[in-house]
């Protein structure tokens, strides 16, 4: 079987409407199966102003506006319209990429037709409750989840970590990796750029802490900030350097007072933005890979980041940056006090993690994915 023989329908719930590392990845694994001969039509919810044109064929979900939180919409299942450009582009393979309601009905979909389901994981949905002060809420999401990932020939995630995490949470026994890329004409330490440090107030000898990230308390920016509280009550000269926007941005303001907020940035702005801090801080929980982390590392910044899913997979703890087992604010103040007082660490563990990066080539990473489409399929052919 060859790649021009798939015929991919592929489920999201947010394809285009925000720019996120899963929005990313997606649009370029699209890309790259188009560009190989295969056919993908995408089915996800769409808003009229997204944050970027999509890569494909896009036909709408039925979905509404997620209350308090605009900028994504909750897909509702399959209407007749969607149901009839399915039967007319006639599949050979589904592949989710989120465990909402349009994807469960178009699991049931695939079944009832004998069609191989893959299910791509991006983020750990199941822990977002606890940044919202429901975290009861969070073995039954589990649970929820479970329910539709065993009906699933197989899973993919971006990292080691999280492999092992699904099989902990008995989600599949098919799982395999899917990792990330990274665009180096975009991420490289020569974006660096003193004139644009010091039109911000950062100067050549400040030490710059940078967050990068929608600003969403799930990122982990409670704790971000409580770190910086920390090193602020122990006297250790810093600035702190968060690029990026998002409606949690006035808690976080408030939070930080005397931080620098340069706002979204994309493209060539975004690598040199990045390239321009110090030291990359990465408190999330949630992520199943972290392209911000990777990103970091191609900019020849040091990290440090919660020994969790995503990030264990990248960071050599000692060699590229630290990893703080405790989510907590003293841990992670003890890892950043070092690169704060040594410019020789920061920039061996810079220069260590921009050689790490240059693992992560995107189209060897995407043919990963197509692999699994041709061996889901072939399976299902030999079966029959």
């Not at 649009?27 to 056919?39: C, M, S, T």
């Not at 039967?87 to 994807?103: E, V, W, Y």
């Not at 409606?247 to 976080?252: D, G, M, T």
């Not at 240059?358 to 043919?367: E, G």
């Amino acid at each position: 079987m060859e790649m021009s023989d798939l015929r991919i329908a592929l489920f999201s719930g947010n394809y285009n409407m925000t720019l996120d590392g899963a929005n990313k990845a997606l649009n370029r694994l699209v890309e790259y199966l188009l560009r190989k001969g295969a056919e993908v039509r995408v089915y996800s919810p769409t808003i009229d102003t997204p944050d970027f044109a999509p890569q494909g064929e896009l036909v709408s979900l039925p979905s509404f506006a997620i209350p308090g939180r605009s900028e994504y919409r909750m897909p509702m299942g399959l209407n007749d319209a969607v149901r009839r450009d399915l039967d007319s582009f006639s599949p050979n393979l589904l592949h989710i990429s989120s465990p909402d309601f349009s994807a469960r009905a178009a699991v049931r979909w695939a079944k009832a037709r004998n069609l191989p389901v893959l299910a791509s994981v991006h983020t750990r949905f199941e822990t977002y409750p606890r940044y919202y002060k429901l975290g009861f809420l969070e073995a039954p999401l589990e649970a929820w989840i479970r329910g539709l990932y065993r009906r699933c020939d197989a899973l993919v995630t971006p990292a080691q970590s999280m492999v092992e995490v699904l099989r902990e949470q008995d989600m599949n026994d098919d799982i395999s990796i899917w990792s990330r890329g990274v665009d180096r004409t975009i991420f490289s330490p020569e974006k660096r750029d003193m004139a644009w440090r010091r039109s911000l107030g950062i100067e050549e000898n400040d030490v710059a802490i940078a967050f990068l990230g929608r600003l969403v308390m799930e990122k982990g920016l409670d704790v971000f900030a409580d770190t910086i509280i920390e090193l602020r009550k122990r006297q250790i000269p810093h600035k702190v350097l968060v690029i990026g926007d998002g409606p949690a941005r006035k808690w976080f303001e408030n939070a930080l007072p005397g931080g620098i907020f340069a706002g979204f940035q994309g493209g060539a702005d975004l690598g040199r933005a990045l390239a321009s801090a110090d030291l990359f801080f990465n408190p999330s929980v949630t992520e199943t890979f972290g392209n911000v982390t990777l990103e970091a590392m191609a900019s020849g910044l040091p990290v440090v980041a919660s020994a969790a899913t995503g990030s264990t997979s990248l960071v050599n703890d000692g060699v590229t940056g630290a990893l703080v087992p405790k989510v907590e604010p003293s841990a992670f103040a003890d890892a950043i006090t070092p690169y704060l007082t040594d410019h020789a660490l920061r920039a061996a563990h810079g220069a260590a993690g921009e050689s790490r990066s240059l693992d992560f080539s995107w189209d060897a990473i995407n043919q990963a994915v197509a692999d699994t489409y041709l061996r889901l399929v072939e399976a299902r052919r030999a079966a029959a």
